[in-house]
């Protein structure tokens, strides 16, 4: 059985990451997930918790890489987004018109790169459908909507974090019309902990020796200023 739980991590923050029983699950098994009706049903469910926090928000994941963090535990982070009152967001799919057209009459999801070489992710417009942002899509879309763009980001993620650390998200603030990020920098992420290479519980000891370390150098700097400065006290009363 799986769940999720959720943090509050600031008054627009939350963090959200998932369960199964009473086990956490890892970054590795989320991409196998992305593929599995189970665990989607209750991302889906997170992300209707998340609409109920905040209307809009960025969505942003944590750094995946399988050599150096598929054994940590996955987590993701909302972000409120601010939309001015009485603003209706409508989706604006004409930047990816030209990808859209390409697609073939039985595709329901395309992913392309950028011109900034990341690779993004889209789902087909439908009629009468406001696919303007995560949140929209969540809502206005059908299982099986959803269920294809997550296989497909699935199929990306464990091809491409072979290579390197890839960081999933959605922004938003330039088009207005719902796109999967998958990236090696997360240039476009706003909460400061996933900016950087989050490290695992189990390699806190790094963190910690490091820590250890520069906290040696300072006091050997500190004590280094006060010899220096006595020195001079001496020189001065002589």
Not at 14 to 27: A, E, L, P, Q, V
Not at 104 to 119: A, D, H, L, P, R
Not at 125 to 144: G, M, T, W
Not at 192 to 213: A, G, L, P
Request: hydrophobic share 35%; charged share 35%.
């Amino acid at each position: 059985m799986y769940i999720f739980c959720k943090e509050k991590i600031a008054e627009d923050k939350f963090k959200y990451y998932f369960k199964k029983n009473t086990k956490i699950i890892k970054n590795s098994d989320f991409i196998k997930l992305l593929k599995n009706d189970d665990f989607l049903k209750v991302l889906n469910d997170s992300f209707i918790d998340a609409r109920n926090e905040f209307e809009e928000y960025f969505w942003e994941c944590c750094g995946i890489f399988e050599k150096e963090n598929y054994h940590c535990d996955f987590e993701f982070v909302i972000i409120k987004k601010i939309i001015k009152k009485n603003d209706v967001l409508e989706q604006n799919f004409l930047p990816f018109r030209e990808k859209i057209n390409k697609m073939k009459e039985n595709e329901e999801v395309i992913s392309f790169n950028s011109n900034s070489g990341n690779i993004l992710v889209i789902p087909i417009p439908i009629k009468d459908k406001n696919y303007s942002s995560l949140s929209n899509f969540i809502f206005n879309s059908n299982f099986e909507n959803k269920k294809k763009i997550w296989e497909r980001i699935s199929i990306i993620l464990e091809k491409e974090t072979k290579k390197s650390k890839i960081y999933l998200s959605t922004n938003g603030e330039s088009v207005n019309y719902v796109h999967f990020r998958i990236e090696k920098k997360p240039n476009y992420y706003k909460h400061y902990k996933h900016k950087e290479y989050i490290e695992c519980k189990n390699d806190e000891i790094k963190i910690i020796e490091n820590d250890f370390f520069f906290l040696i150098f300072f006091i050997f700097l500190f004590f280094i200023f006060k010899i220096s400065k006595k020195k001079k006290y001496i020189k001065y009363d002589s």
